[in-house]
Nanobody, 126 residues
């Protein structure tokens, strides 16, 4: 059974940090791009950051560059998203997704997502 399980969300004050984890099972982790997407109420889904496990190429949307860092632990089939200097604009449900498309699909509408997690809520209060 394919699963993507997110954890690490929560409530934090502006300026704080959180680390999200996405643990995968049921498919070959190293053959996919793993991405973090978020959706706030009334807004479209946004690609936040992705890592292509085939060559470790990464993508960050402009608003998180310098604040967020994506990393992976192949031994644990887990991708992390370290989020620092959080602000209210980062409040959203964060989803982990896996797709065989390359990392640059993370930024646009071409990301279909072969697999999706259920999401974890991140709330940043000012």
């Amino acid at each position: 059974e394919v699963q993507l399980v997110e954890s690490g969300g929560g409530s934090v004050q502006a300026g704080g940090s959180l680390r999200l984890s996405c643990t995968a099972s049921g498919f070959t982790f190293e053959d996919y791009t793993i991405g973090w997407f978020r959706q706030a109420p009334g807004k479209e889904r946004e690609g936040v950051s992705c890592i292509d496990m085939r060559d470790r190429s990464t993508y960050y949307t402009d608003s998180v560059k310098g604040r967020f860092a994506i990393s992976s632990d192949n031994a644990k089939n887990t991708v992390y998203l370290q989020m620092n200097s959080l602000n209210s604009e980062d409040t959203a449900v964060y989803y982990c997704s896996a797709d065989t498309r390359p990392w640059w699909y993370c930024s646009g509408y071409g990301w279909a997502g072969d697999y999706w997690g259920r999401g974890t809520q991140v709330t940043v209060s000012s």
